[in-house]
Structures are given as C-alpha cells and as structure tokens.
C-alpha cells in the first residue's frame, strides 16, 4: 500500500485555506498524548495486579518522560524533514502501539513488556507528537506564534483533564475491582488515541512556500523587534550557540520549580494546613490543572504582545516572589496558598507554551521544530531535579523532627533561587550572532522542501 | 502547475473534517475542564 499521502507534498494547503482548521489537528495530538500526565491513574492497580512495588510501576511513567526527551531531542530533525502528516501519523501508531503491548504485559503478567509498551515505545510517540505541530503552528500564525503554540500546548495540559475521569470511569465499568479492568481500558484508550491522532494526522496542512496571512508583512532588519531575528538558524548550528544554552537553563529552572509543587501538592497541602482531608486536596490538585493549562493559552498568547523576554522575566521573578511569599507566609491563609501556587503554576504551564515562540524569535522558523526537540531536555533534566529537591528536602527535615509546612519551607527557598538563576540567564539572552545565520536563498528553499540543503557552515567547513 | 490542482483539492476535502475535529476536540476539553471543575467545591468546603 502506498503510504505517499502522508508525504509533505500531499500537505500544502490552498492559498484560500482558512488558518483556523490547523489548530484542531494539534489539539487533537496533544489532548491525546497529555494522557500520560493521567498515568497515575493506573497506578494502584497496577501495584496490585503485578503484587510489585510504586517504584516499579512508577518507573513506566519514568521511562516514558526519558524517552519524550530523548526522542524530541533525536528525532526533531526528521520530523522537520518529513512534514506534520508523517510525524503524526508515526506519533499515533507508537502512542497507541504503547498501551497495546502494555495490554499484553498486564494479560500475561509481564512487567517488562509495560515497560517496553507503555514507556518505550509510548514515550517515542510522546516526543514525535508533542513537537510535530510546532513548526507548522508557527508558520501558519507568523504574526501570532505565541497564540498558536499556546493552543496546541495547552492541549497537553489538557489530555490529563480528560484522560483521568475517563480512565476512572473505564476502570470502574470494565470489572469490579480496578485491577481486572487494565487489559480493556489500556485497549480501549489505545484504539481512541489512535483515531484521534490519526483524525489530527490527517487534518493537518502546511502553507503554500510563500503564503502569508491577510496583512502581514514579515519584519525587516530595521523593524524587527529586539529579540526577533529576520534569518534563519540550523538546529545543529542552534545547539552551537550561548542564546540556546541560556534558554535550556531557562526553561530548566521554571520547570524544576513548578514540578516541584505540582508533584507534591496534594501532600503539601494536607502538611501547610491540617484540616484539609483528601477529597478537599484532590479538589486543589484539580484547581492547579486548570491553572496549568491556563496559563499555557493565556500567558503564551500575551507574549506576542508584550515579548518573549518580558513574559519570561514576569515568569522567574514574579515566580520567585511567589515562593517567597509562599515560604514565609504561606500557612497564613488557605486562600492566599491557593492563589499563590495556582499562578506558580500557570507560570509552569507558561513557560512550556511559549518556549517555541521564543525559538522562533531568536532561530528563525526554519528548523524550530528540530531546535525545540533538542531544547526539551531541559524538561527531562528539570522532571529529575525538581521532585528530587523537594523530596530529599522534605525528607531530611523529617528526619530532623520538622512537620507541617516546615517540611517545605527550605525547599521553597532552594526554588527561589532556582527561579533568580533562570531570571539571569533570561537576561543574558541576546539576539544570535550573524554568523550562525544560513544563506537567506537556501533557508527558504529548505523550508519549501523540507529538505536540508548544503548549508552555509558546511559549505565554510 | 499540476500540484496547483492538488493543492485546492486537498484544500475543499479537508474544511469538514476540520470543523467536525474543533468539535471533537471543543467537546473534549468541555468534560475535561467540567470534570475537573466539579472537584473544586470540596477545597472550600462545598
């Protein structure tokens, strides 16, 4: 059979198509892909049904977020290469192939195929569909990139708002007890997802090479805002510069401070106020999901007004206010830790939605997908760094006979700092030197293409 | 340019899904945010 509709080729859209078709294609990725936020879910049944341990079952999760890193990280090139259709196509098959080996695993009693399921294959899926809109996105909405890639990446945020009732309430109809309901609820989400992406695959177009929204005249050198670039940078030339590195550390640090919250917030609201039960913390857990997902569409979307860099500085020093405020006073009030944590948290979502504008700002849209796949590292290193400080904190302060908020609050300093090392290195971000720019001709024959070319820099080397 | 052609063929095909997909996801989102917003009385006591 033929595979040559999923081509790029077979993508390009009318001159006349309407722009707003585009973003359901990745909603309709990311809303399927955002599930694995709702894997814990699945949890204690599975701890029952395998008799293991949290650590074991927690470990899928894991090695599903290690491999959306890694695969984002190696594959954004290729992505970028094959076009949106493709990529999709290829995101909805390893998704959905992920929870029916994982199926199999828990039919046959084999731990290690969930892991190969749900977390290997499953996690390469995450990588290639949380970056394949991207660079489509923001070629379809170059006036308003920080609005498009908000709408796609709020998506993510979003898949756990649907995924956990409706896994919960697929475990309950499937059996009487939870653990003899996984085999047909992983079946019935996998099959799901793979309509869902499969409608987004199939959806989606890419513009005509030289197609422009109504209006829109692209910036020039001399009106360009400060940060914005007019070139176009390689994703291999993009790693090779310090505005890259100062990003990661960016989005790093914001993301290693919401984690930390978001990982722990049921507990922690139970330790800063004791008389809150935990159908009372499930309801803030909930409150900060919608926060995160939030902010995402919101925060993103203003930063085509005010900037990338303001936004993100709002992001580290507003947040780092908030810790202090949450450090210090934070058992003054429900209400005030409520509102504190919930724009903590919107910052968190924030800082995801708008990190591929800001790429396109200082790279170009040439290759951002690629240099947004490489970019989500820092994800995976802040999934590690975040829950680890809060936990050791926590655990150490235990240890020395603390209880309550006390527990949190050397921690919340510690996130503080994080924070101010993320502010400075916002600050330090400059536009890229010309000498990473490729050649304007080639630049706009590979983006047509989607083909690399012969690149300035090889050319010199 | 012959995939001028296929270009506004694949332009008309693809609207319906598209508006039936923004529904679906429209929809989707609807009872997540439903869903999650009806834990939310419990934090204040409701």
Same mark, same amino acid.
């Given at each position: 059979? =033929?595979?040559?509709?999923?081509?790029?080729?077979?993508?390009?859209?009318?001159?006349?198509?309407?722009?707003?078709?585009?973003?359901?294609?990745?909603?309709?990725?990311?809303? @399927?892909?955002?599930?694995?936020?709702?894997?814990?879910?699945?949890?204690?049944?599975?701890?029952?049904?395998?008799?293991? =341990?949290?650590?074991?079952? +927690?470990?899928?999760?894991?090695?599903?977020?290690?491999?959306?890193?890694?695969?984002?990280?190696?594959?954004? *090139?290729?992505?970028?290469?094959?076009?949106?259709?493709?990529?999709?196509?290829?995101?909805?098959? &390893?998704?959905?192939?992920?929870?029916?080996?994982?199926?199999?695993?828990?039919?046959?009693?084999?731990?290690?195929?969930?892991?190969?399921?749900?977390?290997?294959?499953? #996690?390469?899926?995450?990588?290639? #569909?949380?970056?394949?809109?991207?660079?489509?996105?923001?070629?379809?909405?170059?006036?308003?990139?920080?609005?498009?890639?908000?709408?796609?990446?709020?998506?993510?945020?979003?898949?756990?708002?649907?995924?956990?009732?409706?896994?919960?309430?697929?475990?309950?109809?499937?059996?009487?007890?939870?653990?003899?309901?996984?085999?047909?609820?992983?079946?019935?989400?996998?099959?799901?997802?793979?309509?869902?992406?499969?409608?987004?695959?199939?959806?989606?177009?890419?513009?005509?090479?030289?197609?422009?929204?109504?209006?829109?005249?692209?910036?020039?050198?001399?009106?360009?805002?400060?940060?914005? *670039?007019?070139?176009?940078?390689?994703?291999?030339?993009?790693?090779?510069?310090?505005?890259?590195?100062?990003?990661? $550390?960016?989005?790093? &640090?914001?993301?290693?401070?919401?984690?930390?919250?978001?990982?722990?917030?049921?507990?922690?609201?139970?330790?800063?106020?004791?008389?809150?039960?935990?159908?009372?913390?499930?309801?803030?857990?909930?409150?900060?999901?919608?926060?995160?997902?939030?902010?995402?569409?919101?925060? @993103?979307?203003?930063?085509?007004?005010?900037?990338?860099?303001?936004?993100?500085?709002?992001?580290?020093?507003? #947040?780092?206010?908030?810790?202090?405020?949450?450090?210090?006073?934070?058992?003054?009030?429900?209400?005030?830790?409520?509102? *504190?944590? +919930?724009?903590?948290?919107?910052?968190?979502?924030?800082?995801?939605?708008?990190?591929?504008?800001?790429?396109?700002?200082?790279?170009? +849209?040439?290759?951002?997908?690629?240099?947004?796949?490489?970019?989500?590292?820092?994800?995976?290193?802040?999934?590690?760094?975040?829950?680890?400080?809060?936990?050791?904190?926590?655990?150490?302060?235990?240890?020395?006979?603390?209880?309550?908020?006390?527990?949190? *609050?050397?921690?919340?300093?510690?996130?503080?700092?994080?924070?101010?090392?993320?502010?400075?290195?916002?600050?330090?971000?400059?536009?890229?030197?010309?000498?990473?720019?490729?050649?304007?001709?080639?630049?706009?024959?590979?983006?047509?293409?989607?083909?690399?070319?012969?690149?300035?820099?090889?050319?010199?080397? | 340019? =012959?995939?001028? +052609?296929?270009?506004?063929? $694949?332009?008309? =095909?693809?609207?319906?899904?598209?508006?039936?997909?923004?529904?679906?996801?429209? &929809?989707?989102?609807?009872?997540?945010?439903?869903?999650?917003?009806?834990?939310?009385?419990?934090?204040?006591?409701?």
């Amino acid at each position: 059979m =033929s595979l040559s509709f999923l081509d790029r080729e077979r993508t390009v859209a009318s001159r006349n198509y309407n722009r707003w078709l585009v973003p359901p294609a990745a909603l309709a990725v990311h809303l @399927s892909i955002g599930e694995v936020y709702a894997f814990s879910v699945f949890k204690n049944p599975l701890v029952t049904e395998f008799d293991t =341990s949290l650590t074991a079952i +927690g470990a899928i999760f894991s090695i599903s977020i290690v491999m959306l890193g890694l695969s984002a990280a190696v594959l954004g *090139t290729w992505v970028e290469r094959v076009g949106p259709r493709k990529a999709m196509f290829t995101a909805a098959v &390893c998704w959905s192939s992920g929870f029916l080996i994982g199926a199999l695993g828990v039919a046959t009693g084999m731990l290690w195929l969930v892991y190969l399921g749900y977390g290997f294959i499953g #996690g390469i899926g995450l990588g290639i #569909g949380y970056i394949s809109p991207v660079s489509t996105l923001i070629k379809w909405f170059p006036d308003r990139p920080g609005l498009a890639t908000g709408l796609a990446i709020m998506g993510f945020g979003g898949g756990a708002l649907i995924a956990s009732p409706l896994s919960e309430s697929l475990l309950s109809a499937y059996a009487a007890k939870p653990e003899d309901a996984i085999v047909p609820a992983f079946l019935t989400l996998g099959v799901l997802y793979l309509i869902t992406m499969s409608l987004g695959a199939f959806t989606v177009r890419v513009p005509a090479e030289d197609w422009k929204p109504d209006g829109y005249t692209a910036p020039t050198d001399e009106d360009a805002k400060s940060m914005q *670039t007019t070139a176009d940078v390689t994703a291999n030339s993009a790693i090779r510069t310090p505005q890259f590195w100062l990003l990661w $550390t960016v989005l790093f &640090c914001n993301v290693t401070a919401g984690i930390g919250i978001l990982e722990q917030a049921s507990p922690m609201i139970q330790d800063f106020f004791s008389d809150i039960d935990a159908k009372e913390a499930a309801g803030f857990v909930g409150l900060l999901s919608l926060a995160n997902m939030a902010g995402r569409f919101i925060w @993103s979307s203003t930063s085509d007004v005010i900037g990338r860099k303001p936004i993100y500085m709002g992001y580290l020093g507003i #947040g780092a206010a908030l810790y202090f405020i949450l450090a210090s006073a934070g058992t003054s009030g429900i209400a005030l830790f409520v509102v *504190t944590t +919930g724009v903590i948290i919107s910052f968190y979502g924030g800082g995801f939605a708008t990190v591929p504008a800001y790429l396109k700002d200082l790279f170009g +849209g040439l290759e951002v997908g690629a240099i947004h796949g490489r970019l989500l590292t820092a994800w995976a290193a802040a999934g590690i760094a975040g829950p680890t400080i809060v936990n050791r904190v926590a655990d150490s302060q235990e240890a020395a006979g603390k209880e309550g908020a006390d527990l949190y *609050t050397l921690s919340l300093y510690i996130m503080v700092g994080v924070l101010v090392v993320g502010f400075v290195a916002n600050l330090l971000i400059r536009p890229v030197a010309e000498r990473h720019h490729e050649r304007k001709e080639e630049a706009s024959r590979q983006e047509a293409t989607g083909k690399p070319q012969l690149t300035h820099s090889a050319q010199e080397a | 340019m =012959s995939t001028n +052609g296929r270009q506004e063929d $694949t332009g008309r =095909s693809a609207v319906v899904p598209a508006i039936l997909l923004w529904v679906l996801v429209a &929809c989707g989102l609807l009872y997540g945010v439903i869903q999650t917003a009806t834990k939310i009385p419990a934090l204040f006591g409701g």
